[in-house]
Nanobody, 119 residues
Framework: QVQLVESGGDLVQPGGSLRLSCAAS????????MGWYRQAPGNQRELVAT???????NYADSVKGRFTISRDNAKSAVSLQMNSLKPEDTAVYFC?????????????WGQGTQVTVSS
């Protein structure tokens, strides 16, 4: 079992920056991929960015060039640096981890942190 705790959500003005952090605990040795998803009111949860243990990254087209995902394997942590924020980035952001164990692959989710971009 992997537990995830996010932090860093806040209210920020358009064009501003914010950094989200997520710390994993539990069976962290089994984590292969970490990342961030987001869900705006009335919308489905969508991918923001993911990063593998070896550092390969994947970004949603809507955030490429503005967001940067990073990972600290030693601390089992992942961060998301968000620059040039837009009102459409407003959502609850969820930390995600994919683990491979004896029972096969499993997905873990944090409780979510609210990001609001508004003037």
């Amino acid at each position: 079992q992997v537990q995830l705790v996010e932090s860093g959500g806040d209210l920020v003005q358009p064009g501003g920056s914010l950094r989200l952090s997520c710390a994993a605990s539990g069976s962290t040795f089994s984590i292969v991929t970490m990342g961030w998803y987001r869900q705006a009111p009335g919308n489905q949860r969508e991918l923001v960015a993911t990063i593998t243990k070896s550092g390969n990254t994947n970004y949603a087209d809507s955030v490429k060039g503005r967001f940067t995902i990073s990972r600290d394997n030693a601390k089992s942590a992942v961060s998301l640096q968000m620059n040039s924020l837009k009102p459409e980035d407003t959502a609850v952001y969820f930390c995600y981890a994919r683990s491979i164990g004896l029972g096969g692959p499993t997905s873990s989710w944090g409780q979510g942190t609210q990001v609001t971009v508004s003037s």
